[in-house]
């Protein structure tokens, strides 16, 4: 079923947190800043499912692409900025400086990942290829790579720029125990 950008932006901003969340972090002036992920798709998937927005929604993720200071006291300062700003949300919010992950990744998930040169470059390497979407905080347009169907219509492809078949299962699979309509396209 087709759907389009504004219909996937609208019904994500349904769920209050992710609106509240598009009035707040521009006043945390991160460069490009992305709210991104579950609570964006799960708002398309709840919608289709009879469900509020916000059902299922574990967190909240915030990516951004900051490479002047790749220390992790850096970050950190930004995600207690951000906690702070967000405290009365009372829903967890995820922020990572998309510059710093390919410090990190290899020592918690067990494989490399490749240095990014922007927030998108984050986006794109979801396991699932339709979960790849973000909203621009400063502008508020949506992005989507690999388009719109595949979200839309449930269905899971792995994501060829992170091919990890053990993992893309287990997300799957988590994702069908809460939408059991979803298909995997293996």
């Given at each position: 079923?087709p759907?389009?950008?504004?219909?996937?932006?609208?019904?994500?901003?349904?769920n209050?947190?992710?609106?509240?969340?598009?009035?707040?972090?521009?006043?945390?002036?991160?460069p490009?800043?992305?709210?991104?992920a579950?609570?964006?798709?799960?708002?398309?998937?709840?919608?289709?499912?009879g469900?509020?927005?916000?059902?299922?929604?574990k967190?909240?993720?915030v990516f951004?692409?900051?490479?002047?200071?790749?220390?992790?006291?850096?970050?950190?300062?930004?995600?207690?900025?951000?906690?702070?700003?967000?405290?009365d949300?009372?829903?967890?919010?995820?922020?990572?400086?998309?510059?710093r992950?390919h410090?990190?990744?290899?020592?918690?998930?067990?494989?490399?990942?490749p240095?990014?040169?922007?927030?998108?470059?984050?986006?794109?390497?979801?396991?699932v290829?339709c979960?790849?979407?973000g909203?621009?905080?400063?502008?508020?347009?949506?992005?989507?790579?690999?388009g719109?169907?595949d979200?839309?219509?449930?269905?899971?492809?792995?994501?060829?720029?992170?091919?990890?078949?053990?993992?893309?299962?287990?997300?799957?699979?988590?994702?069908?125990?809460?939408?059991?309509?979803?298909?995997?396209?293996?």
């Open positions: 079923m759907i389009s950008a504004d219909a996937v932006i609208a019904q994500a901003m349904e209050p947190v992710n609106a509240a969340l598009m009035q707040r972090l521009p006043g945390l002036g991160l490009q800043c992305f709210l991104t579950g609570c964006l798709f799960q708002a398309v998937w709840n919608r289709r499912s469900q509020p927005s916000e059902t299922s929604v967190d909240y993720d951004y692409f900051d490479d002047r200071d790749l220390s992790w006291e850096a970050e950190d300062a930004v995600i207690r900025e951000a906690a702070a700003l967000c405290a949300l009372g829903a967890p919010v995820e922020i990572k400086n998309q510059a992950v410090l990190w990744y290899k020592q918690r998930f067990g494989s490399d990942y240095q990014l040169r922007s927030a998108t470059e984050g986006i794109d390497r979801y396991l290829q979960t790849c979407i909203i621009e905080v400063a502008t508020g347009r949506l992005y989507a790579p690999n719109l169907e979200m839309a219509d449930g269905v899971l492809r792995p994501n060829p720029l992170n091919p990890s078949p053990e993992l893309f299962r287990a997300k799957c699979e988590a994702y069908r125990v809460r939408w059991p309509w979803l298909t995997i396209a293996e």
